[in-house]
């Protein structure tokens, strides 16, 4: 009882510090006075995209007793992420994986293959079918929500009011008191190449080859291309990555970053870093990609049998008539809002990748429910600073709050704690020894400023320090924390030591 009572103080303190009232919250039958009655044609809340912005928010917002509209011109819930990104990815990942570990890794541990081979249609269905029930399964979090589902291309006739060009061909106007955007984004062009999904493909098409390409080049050395990459490369691509910048994944803390390139690079992967692409021919049987410098010089001639296009997303924001009703962008389509999500026409809001923010399912998710809270009259928060972000190859590599490198340019005092995985008895014990995890504490309070991972499962392993984060923990504290052994989880525990000297296996 008195470490509930401990916990719920803390907690209230935690609120107090952002400004945030600790009084009840009013039920949702008192605040839907004023909202569209469950008779009438108006909707409370109407959400253009059944992404993972829209469909959250349309389930919460009914949950919180709002009638809701939610339209999706796919005529498949789950948007990029769920239909051709973030899911079937990870199912590629996954089973190209048991490919290779049944390759490579199997004999090591004793279990011998005669022969391993490469069923590619049975890979691509076992995808195909993971896909088909993950959307099926949102349609039944729609109907047990009582979530209206219409299948159709949204744009606004007003404020209040969508036009609706639905799935089977007719038109219909659907109206609401709060109409939420959420349409998510759309691979990114770059001029001169042409996508025709077949030798020349987005993230989309690079999901469904019907053949393992000899030779692939990937531009784009972020998240997206170095993970398509990582499939494909595993199943026997000479792979090649094109990219403008200086280094692979920018954004990335650079000690983990120099790591993590060493290991894709030990898988044969290779860079062509500071590389402009300048032409592309696809009228042979392959596809021919013209390279230079990007600070200028000679060019050069790469040739492979599909290229990936992966040089970023755009927000989606275009055939919304946005411009209609007055709704502010800025230079590149980006919805312009306030913390509470509402643009600067009343009644409007928008979510996710159509506003300025971290481009992932997991922050549009939060936006939707910080959202429909707001509108509900309750109390939404989202910290743009404390979502976490993970590259899913193999290794992965996750992160949550400041890079070295920004704590340096911002004139902060720290400490790094570090604790290698060769250094953890589990990750010995089951051969999964490479990298490492990086803390980042403030050098007076020791509060914890940021977390990188580099191992097997630092997508799951990230959200200790996730958490840590975002309640103001120091390394102290997760030092103190008594972590299950032998687990992988124990390096976080040894590099929060680490952070004031004093790690035990090291």
Not at 471 to 480: F, K, P, T
Request: aromatic share 6%.
């Amino acid at each position: 009882m008195a470490m509930a009572m401990a916990n719920l103080a803390r907690r209230k303190a935690y609120l107090l510090t952002r400004n945030i009232s600790t009084a009840p919250l009013r039920s949702s039958s008192s605040l839907s006075r004023g909202f569209a009655s469950s008779g009438s044609d108006e909707n409370d809340v109407v959400i253009i995209g059944g992404g993972p912005g829209g469909y959250v928010a349309a389930i919460k917002a009914a949950q919180l007793g709002l009638k809701t509209t939610c339209i999706e011109k796919r005529g498949a819930l789950g948007g990029t992420c769920l239909n051709v990104g973030c899911i079937p990815s990870k199912a590629l990942l996954h089973s190209s994986h048991m490919y290779h570990e049944a390759k490579h890794v199997f004999a090591n541990h004793g279990v011998k293959v005669s022969s391993v081979e490469v069923d590619l249609p049975a890979m691509l269905a076992q995808k195909d079918t993971a896909v088909k029930n993950l959307t099926r399964g949102i349609e039944g979090l729609f109907k047990k929500n009582k979530v209206n589902y219409v299948k159709g291309y949204g744009k606004f006739l007003s404020p209040s009011e969508v036009s609706v060009e639905t799935t089977d061909g007719e038109t219909t106007v659907v109206k609401g008191k709060h109409i939420i955007v959420a349409t998510g984004s759309d691979v990114k062009s770059l001029p001169g190449i042409t996508i025709d999904e077949k030798k020349i493909v987005s993230s989309t098409g690079a999901l469904s080859l019907t053949e393992i390409p000899k030779k692939l080049i990937v531009i784009g050395a972020g998240y997206i291309g170095l993970e398509m990459g990582s499939v494909w490369g595993r199943l026997g691509s000479e792979v090649t990555v094109v990219e403008f910048a200086s280094d692979i994944v920018p954004s990335m803390d650079g000690e983990i970053r120099k790591q993590f390139q060493r290991s894709l690079e030990k898988q044969k992967m290779k860079f062509m870093l500071k590389t402009k692409v300048v032409g592309v021919d696809s009228s042979g049987d392959g596809v021919k990609l013209i390279v230079e410098p990007a600070e200028g010089g000679d060019q050069t001639t790469l040739e492979a049998d599909v290229v990936l296009v992966s040089a970023g997303r755009s927000p989606f924001t275009s055939g919304l008539d946005l411009d209609k009703i007055g709704v502010e962008t800025d230079k590149i389509g980006r919805i312009l809002v306030n913390e509470r999500f509402s643009t600067n026409v009343s009644g409007v809001y928008a979510i996710g990748d159509v506003i300025p923010g971290p481009m992932l399912a997991h922050k549009a998710e939060e936006d939707g429910v910080a959202c429909v809270e707001f509108i509900a009259g309750k109390h939404g928060h989202v910290d743009y600073d404390k979502v976490p972000g993970v590259v899913y190859t193999y290794p992965e590599v996750a992160s949550v709050g400041k890079t070295e490198e920004q704590l340096k340019k911002d004139g902060v005092s720290y400490r790094v704690g570090k604790f290698p995985f060769m250094a953890n008895s589990r990750a010995k014990a089951i051969d999964t020894a490479e990298g490492l995890v990086k803390i980042l504490a403030d050098k007076e309070t020791d509060k914890i400023l940021g977390v990188h991972i580099m191992s097997p499962n630092a997508g799951e392993l990230i959200h200790e320090a996730v958490l840590a984060i975002n309640y103001d923990a120091s390394s102290e504290d997760i030092a103190r924390v008594c972590h299950a052994h032998p687990t992988m989880s124990e390096a976080i525990k040894e590099a929060a030591m680490a952070t004031y000297d004093k790690p035990i296996h090291m």
